[in-house]
């Protein structure tokens, strides 16, 4: 799971660059750097849909191993107690 938030992280940045080249640089002239710059706009969206579907079962499993009762709210108190 850690692998696959910095694989996400990884290939974002590499996307950023080729946008970022394109825009203000003279990636627009070259055929080749002009697809890959397409190619990189739709992944851009993938990998911000896929590292937020990571960061939340990251979250989520995070919360479960450590509150050890397998609680998936994030409010713990119980209201049903008597005093």
Same mark, same amino acid.
């Given at each position: 799971?850690?692998?696959?938030?910095?694989?996400?992280?990884? =290939?974002?940045?590499? +996307?950023? !660059?080729?946008?970022?080249?394109? !825009?203000?640089?003279?990636?627009?002239?070259?055929?080749?750097?002009?697809?890959?710059?397409?190619?990189?706009?739709?992944? !851009?969206?993938? =990998?911000?849909?896929?590292?937020?579907? =990571?960061?939340?079962?990251?979250?989520?499993?995070?919360?479960?191993?450590?509150?050890?009762?397998?609680?998936?709210?994030? +409010?713990?108190?119980?209201?049903?107690?008597?005093?």
């Amino acid at each position: 799971m850690f692998f696959g938030i910095i694989l996400t992280r990884i =290939l974002f940045i590499a +996307c950023m !660059v080729f946008i970022i080249g394109y !825009v203000f640089g003279n990636f627009s002239t070259k055929p080749a750097l002009r697809t890959i710059t397409k190619i990189a706009s739709i992944l !851009v969206i993938a =990998l911000f849909i896929t590292a937020n579907i =990571l960061f939340f079962r990251f979250a989520a499993w995070e919360q479960r191993a450590f509150n050890g009762h397998g609680n998936y709210g994030w +409010c713990t108190h119980d209201t049903t107690a008597h005093k």
